[in-house]
């Protein structure tokens, strides 16, 4: 109704709709009502954020389609959409844009609620980048065994050692002979046997190693003489 989108538009005072309550009738005028109000793109969206803040409703099963971007951030911020598997596959299917937002929203149910058919490893390294808790990121990982990346990647160090225990890049390896110096102790002390036991690797294929690395190898008695040698000589 054109008359009321313009009452709403130009109306200053605060809406309050979370004490309207009445007969099991009215509340489901109200709820028509409330969906109405949040798929009606015409709202100025002041005022659009003022009404989805205070109608003090949640929906376990949101279904509305055609919203414009900027509101549906708005939704997003209120809260009313729970995250559950069925509403995150709604958001992915309709709202991609708004996927990764909607889950940094609800970090901790999206957590709670992951199995093998919601995962999605695009969203995961995303997650990774985030500045969440440890926890939340390595109960994630525990979903895949794709080989990720840490070059140059400012992950947590207990998250760089999952990553290397269980998705190793082939790449990567190779950078962090190059770059041991750089690299925290825990990420050293997991390293530099991975670097003694490979040492024919790294003299067949020319690795280039830092300073320090190539010092530690130079001096580890565990490696055979003549490849110490090698490696001196290189």
Not at 7 to 24: H, K, L, P, Q, Y
Request: charge should be negative; hydrophobic fraction near 40%; include cysteine.
């Amino acid at each position: 109704d054109e008359a009321l989108l313009q009452f709403i538009n130009e109306f200053d005072a605060e809406f309050v709709f979370e004490r309207i309550t009445g007969s099991d009738n009215q509340n489901e005028l109200i709820e028509k009502f409330a969906m109405a109000l949040i798929s009606n793109n015409k709202i100025d969206n002041n005022h659009y954020k003022q009404l989805v803040n205070s109608l003090a409703r949640t929906y376990e099963i949101f279904e509305i389609t055609g919203i414009d971007p900027n509101k549906v951030n708005l939704i997003i911020d209120a809260g009313i959409i729970i995250m559950n598997a069925k509403n995150l596959h709604f958001i992915r299917d309709n709202y991609p844009r708004h996927t990764m937002k909607f889950i940094c929203q609800n970090i901790y149910e999206y957590v709670k609620i992951m199995d093998t058919s919601l995962f999605v490893f695009d969203e995961l390294i995303e997650i990774l980048s985030w500045d969440i808790e440890d926890e939340l990121k390595l109960t994630l990982l525990d979903f895949t065994d794709t080989p990720i990346s840490i070059i140059d990647k400012d992950y947590p160090v207990a998250v760089k050692l999952h990553v290397l225990k269980h998705n190793r890049h082939s790449a990567d390896i190779r950078w962090l002979y190059q770059n041991y110096n750089t690299q925290p102790a825990e990420i050293k002390e997991y390293i530099y046997p991975i670097a003694s036991e490979s040492i024919n690797i790294i003299l067949g294929n020319e690795y280039a190693l830092c300073g320090e690395l190539y010092s530690l190898l130079i001096k580890n008695p565990s490696i055979n003489l003549q490849s110490r040698v090698e490696l001196f000589l290189t």
